[in-house]
């Protein structure tokens, strides 16, 4: 059923130093050996090996580029088809001049957004769980992420979800062999069975939901808002924290406009940081807008960091700020301690805890050590290095992982109350059927085009 030959550019299009086209499919060999010239002809050469040569329109005879190919025999290949790679100089028009006419030939088409991952799922050589990693490999944005999606493109999940159905598919023949004899001894022994399976695997299920929430922080990184009265120095404090100068820093309060976002990792943990604009009233129209895009800032904020200026006494302003603050998760700076006090630290002591309050200066980078320790303390208690790293961070995954552990618990329940065991039955296979489903194991058809549809062309 998937006979057809499939063909894409698998790097990003620009100028580059090479670019790739992918072809895959029981044809991939013969189509691309009919256009190819090299020592040994394609259809005779075998699986990973490499060959220089020219790419020739058979129809003019005119060489098109200068390529190398590579060759992959089915199945040792990522789709498990035949696959040929074709390395074509970057720029636009070399890789255009080869898909078009790969795209001419009758048995090639293109590929659609993640086929190629999608046929190294159906064909078996990946779950679904992995494939899903694939995208979160391409799109994590910080090395922690990246080593968490990796191991779960490895499989680590799925064999985890797999040790916890052994268990259950262990339960369920228990359970058939006492319908099948009901004895009674058996029975209230089954009972205890169940219990204790159930139990069992609603711990698994638990130590993989725990690691959710890290999960989604990995992912996309903790959302970290630095806001304060304008001229404190936030935008110091963002390109001191990115190591660049990313936002515009001067002297002049009300110098950032509109919310600058920059990614960086603190102590392997991933940080979007939002500088806003200093907060004040104003009557400036373009400022006032940034006023408002700060309060939204701090709305959607994971963290925020209140930076205070500790050269100047407080400011009304400021009060106010940290009596709306007290309540979210906050780090309060006293920012430029280069310079001669003036901040009353009794004041901000009113509202945040010693823990919570961070001496520093963005403009000579002392003390940013220890605001990179508190935000490490306030996320992971400072264990983040030594976790473990298959956490679950994918919202599909998690809903699979709470559903199971309901028919779980009702199964439990069930077991409890005395009901009959066939009921039993069918919340223990629920949760199994569920669990299946994070691996792609029974995964409705619309499901697996709509994960699909989410990679670039080519991958
Ligand atoms: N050029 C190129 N680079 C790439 C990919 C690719 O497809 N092409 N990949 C695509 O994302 C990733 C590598 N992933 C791959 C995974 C498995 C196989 C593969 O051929 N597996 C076979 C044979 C294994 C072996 O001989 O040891 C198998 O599993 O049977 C290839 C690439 C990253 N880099
Ligand atoms: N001495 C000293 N000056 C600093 C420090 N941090 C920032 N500044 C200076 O304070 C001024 C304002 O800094 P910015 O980073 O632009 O302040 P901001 O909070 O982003 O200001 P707005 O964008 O206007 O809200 C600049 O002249 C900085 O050089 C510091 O730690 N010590
Ligand atoms: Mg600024």
């Not at 075998?46 to 190919?69: C, N």
């Not at 391409?138 to 992420?145: E, P, Q």
């Not at 998760?329 to 280069?338: A, G, R, S």
Request: proline share 3%; hydrophobic share 40%; aromatic share 4%.
């Amino acid at each position: 059923m998937l006979s057809d030959t499939i063909a894409a550019i698998s790097t990003a299009v620009g100028e580059s130093g090479i670019a790739v086209i992918r072809v895959s499919g029981p044809e991939a060999i013969a189509e691309v050996g009919r256009l190819f010239r090299s020592k040994t002809a394609l259809p005779e050469a075998g699986s990973h090996t490499v060959h220089y040569g020219f790419i020739i329109d058979p129809q003019t005879g005119e060489k098109l580029e200068e390529v190398l190919v590579s060759l992959f025999r089915a199945p040792r290949s990522f789709t498990t088809e035949d696959v040929v790679e074709i390395s074509t100089h970057g720029g636009i028009i070399s890789v255009k001049r080869v898909m078009d006419l790969l795209l001419q030939q009758r048995d090639i088409r293109l590929a659609e957004p993640g086929e190629f991952t999608k046929r190294a799922f159906l064909n078996g050589r990946i779950d679904l769980s992995q494939a899903e990693a694939v995208i979160d490999l391409i799109r994590s944005k910080s090395d922690r992420a990246f080593s968490v999606a990796l191991k779960q493109v490895e499989g680590e999940l799925s064999r985890r979800i797999n040790v916890l159905r052994h268990t259950l598919v262990e339960t369920l023949a228990h359970i058939e062999v006492n319908i099948d004899y009901p004895e009674h001894d058996v029975e209230s022994m089954t009972t205890e069975f169940i219990k204790t399976k159930c139990a069992e695997v609603t711990e698994g299920i638990n130590g993989l939901l725990k690691t959710a929430n890290q999960g989604k922080i990995l992912r996309e990184g903790i959302t970290t808002a630095i806001v304060g009265r304008p001229n404190v120095g936030k935008s110091s404090l963002l390109n001191a924290l990115a190591r660049e100068n990313k936002a515009i820093v001067t002297d002049i309060p009300g110098t950032t406009r509109d919310v600058i976002e920059e990614y960086v990792t603190i102590n392997n943990i991933p940080l979007k940081l939002l500088d806003t604009a200093g907060i004040r009233e104003t009557m400036d129209v373009v400022e006032q807008i940034g006023v408002e895009r700060s309060k939204a800032a701090v709305l959607e904020a994971d963290l925020i960091l209140l930076v205070l200026n500790s050269a100047e006494p407080l400011h009304e302003d400021e009060l106010k700020l940290m009596e709306q603050l007290s309540s979210r998760p906050t780090l309060v700076l006293l920012n430029k301690i280069d310079l001669p006090q003036q901040l009353d630290r009794a004041k901000v002591s009113h509202y945040f805890p010693e823990n919570a309050v961070v001496e520093l200066s963005a403009k000579t980078q002392e003390g940013l050590d220890h605001l990179e320790e508190a935000i490490s303390q306030l996320f992971f208690g400072g264990k983040l290095e030594s976790g473990d790293l298959t956490y679950v961070s994918n919202v599909r995954h998690i809903a699979l992982l709470k559903k199971a552990k309901q028919s779980l618990a009702e199964a439990y329940e069930a077991a409890d109350s005395g009901i009959p065991i066939d009921i039993m039955q069918i919340d223990v296979g629920l949760a199994w059927e569920q669990l299946g489903e994070v691996i792609g194991d029974s995964a409705p058809d619309a499901l697996i085009d709509q994960i699909f549809s989410q990679f670039c062309l080519g991958k």
